[in-house]
């Protein structure tokens, strides 16, 4: 068996002696590495280290998008739902898109959150390939600030879903995802209902001091 380490540092690899290999990605910002395993350079075996089975896929074009995606995985995380990561593109590795887009159901993947800037095609590709629901996380692009991801992914044509988030609404994708599963989950619907709990209590402790300060 063969290891390769690949940091943002350097990229270089040399190619294995056996087709069996893993990735562990290092990301040069301050979110979990995101570990990645190819078995003879098969998209489709890509899972968590977790021995807990995933039950959402997290895709998206680019390495680079992960600043963003990573929030799906936080909150996926907090509700205690097992997810994987990994970097599919629809134009470099269109291949790749196929396989784990037709495979996904039969390894156990209940939702797919996909991530795509520019000409955003991922989303609504992996939806025609699959008969999971899809949600769609449009992410800003340096040109239209990520106006082309959201129309690329939200213009889907009838018949192809795409449940399309805010431009970097990857958080609201968490929720989808969670909130898709808690239909079928009755604690994790009680988990759901307690943060919505919360973030209702936090806003109301905003209002309060907002109204403090104004009367004072």
């Known amino acids: 068996m063969f290891f390769v380490a690949i940091s943002s540092g350097d990229r270089r690899a040399?190619?294995?002696?056996?087709f069996r290999y893993g990735i562990s990605l290092q990301l040069p910002f301050s979110v979990p590495s995101v570990p990645l395993w190819f078995n003879n350079w098969n998209p489709l075996s890509t899972m968590k280290t977790s021995k807990t089975k995933p039950l959402v896929g997290i895709i998206m074009g680019s390495e680079s998008d992960w600043p963003t995606m990573s929030e799906a995985a936080r909150i996926l995380g907090e509700f205690g739902v097992p997810y994987e990561a990994t970097v599919v593109s629809a134009h470099r590795t269109p291949e790749d898109m196929v396989a784990y887009a037709k495979a996904a159901e039969g390894r156990g993947l209940r939702v797919i959150i996909a991530g795509a800037g520019g000409a955003a095609h991922l989303p609504g590709m992996v939806a025609s390939l699959t008969n999971l629901?899809?949600?769609?996380?449009?992410?800003?692009?340096?040109?239209?600030?990520?106006?082309?991801?959201?129309?690329?992914?939200?213009?889907?044509?009838?018949?192809?879903?795409?449940?399309?988030?805010?431009?970097?609404?990857?958080?609201?994708?968490?929720?989808?995802?969670?909130?898709?599963?808690?239909?079928?989950?009755?604690?994790?619907r009680r988990r759901m209902g307690a943060y919505r709990a919360r973030i209702a209590g936090e806003s109301r402790k905003s209002r309060a001091k907002v109204q403090g300060g104004a009367e004072a």
Do not use: F
């Open 14 to 18: 040399s190619q294995p002696n056996e």
């Open 133 to 188: 629901p899809v949600v769609g996380v449009p992410v800003e692009s340096k040109a239209l600030k990520g106006m082309d991801s959201l129309l690329s992914i939200a213009q889907m044509p009838g018949g192809i879903p795409v449940a399309t988030m805010a431009i970097g609404g990857a958080k609201n994708a968490g929720l989808m995802a969670a909130r898709i599963l808690g239909t079928a989950d009755a604690a994790l």
